[in-house]
């Protein structure tokens, strides 16, 4: 098939006068191709389309009941109709009908550049401890370019515990990027989608702490951050199968080894890139944080009763005798792990 610019090509040399053999010799085409390409004046050949050798109404049954799975229209046509048809000219008339539609294009490719970014995102599971299945939301921290990574589980998750997780993860890196890609959540998202999402003013201060900016993907674009998708997707197919939980603890010290240290000799992609190795080149690039940002907290206004104890979060505690009734009371998460400098 001769490409659309070659037949323009064609026709501006036969317009300029050039023969036909003369063509044919200095572009190595066929005489006989040369003068049908002449004949439609360099334009491609419009192809009428074909109609299915298939009922639509059919086509249109099958791709109810398969819930809208090609390859499974694809099967039962060959094996329940004996209709052995290219595949190709099933999901091309599958189009025609309106049953189907082309994938969606890519969003643009961003550079793949030493310190340049990291993504977050949380997944939920269903995960078992101690024998249960237990709902728990899986939260990840990824650096783009060296594919580290830092994962915890939470049984909820909402704006504190994001600062908190991306605290914890970033001490214990050292180390943070200018840039963080999350989707469109409302948990860092005040208004707005994409490029045009206004980040709200608690998180925006937050992440300016940590010398890092919020910015939102397009929507329905998430191969944007399609390392941090990949990432759960390793989570799924490789951590959780064959281990067991005691505990929401047992279950985050064992993500703790699995994504920071495991993970980081494990060879990635077809590079066989080790994360580890990555990192000492790219912690030239990235922003180096102190070694005593203060951890996030959430302020709370309690009354102290009648026995001097303040009650929170189902458990009580007690103040010294000096405060009066009323007392401000500080919630901080719990952290543990150590940074690796």
Same mark, same amino acid.
């Given at each position: ?35 049908? %390409?002449?004949?439609? =004046? ?36 060959? *094996? ?19 049953? $189907?539609?082309?994938?969606? @294009? ?20 269903? %995960? ?18 060296? /594919? ?7 049984? &909820? ?5 994001? /600062? ?37 003013? *608690? ?21 944007? /951050? ?5 990432? !759960?997707?390793?989570?799924? &197919?490789? !951590?959780?199968?064959?281990? &067991? !939980? ?30 580890? =190795? ?17 951890? @996030? ?38 952290? $543990? ?5």
């Amino acid at each position: 098939m001769i490409e659309p610019e070659k037949r323009k090509a064609i026709y501006l040399l036969h317009q300029s006068g050039l023969s036909v053999r003369q063509i044919a010799r200095r572009l190595g085409v066929s005489r006989n191709t040369l003068k049908a %390409v002449i004949a439609q =004046q360099g334009e491609p050949p419009q192809r009428a389309p074909v109609d299915p050798p298939v009922d639509p109404d059919l086509l249109r049954t099958l791709y109810e009941q398969c819930q809208g799975r090609a390859q499974r229209v694809f099967e039962k046509l060959r *094996e329940e109709h004996g209709l052995d048809l290219p595949y190709s000219s099933l999901t091309r008339w599958l189009r025609q009908l309106g049953l $189907s539609h082309p994938p969606q @294009p890519r969003c643009a490719r961003v550079p793949d550049e030493p310190g340049a970014e990291m993504q977050h995102d949380t997944s939920p599971y269903d %995960v078992p401890l101690a024998g249960q299945r237990v709902k728990l939301i899986a939260s990840l921290l990824y650096l783009r370019y060296s /594919k580290r990574r830092y994962l915890r589980f939470y049984r &909820t998750f909402n704006r504190f515990k994001m /600062k908190c997780f991306l605290h914890e993860a970033l001490m214990y890196w050292g180390y943070s990027a200018p840039l963080c890609i999350i989707d469109n959540t409302n948990l860092a998202r005040l208004r707005g989608l994409g490029a045009n999402a206004v980040i709200v003013a *608690e998180m925006e201060a937050f992440a300016r702490q940590y010398a890092f900016a919020f910015r939102c993907h397009a929507p329905k674009h998430c191969d944007r /951050k399609a390392g941090e998708e990949r990432s !759960f997707w390793t989570l799924e &197919t490789n !951590f959780l199968p064959g281990r &067991t !939980f005691q505990n929401l603890e047992d279950l985050n010290q064992q993500a703790l080894e699995w994504s920071a240290v495991r993970m980081e000799q494990r060879p990635q992609g077809k590079g066989r890139l080790i994360p580890a =190795q990555a990192f000492e080149h790219e912690r030239n690039f990235l922003v180096r944080l102190p070694a005593h940002l203060p951890a @996030p907290y959430q302020i709370h206004e309690r009354s102290i009763d009648q026995y001097g104890y303040v009650a929170f979060d189902a458990n009580y505690y007690w103040a010294p005798e000096e405060l009066h009734s009323e007392i401000t009371v500080l919630e901080y998460l719990r952290f $543990s792990p150590t940074g690796l400098r």
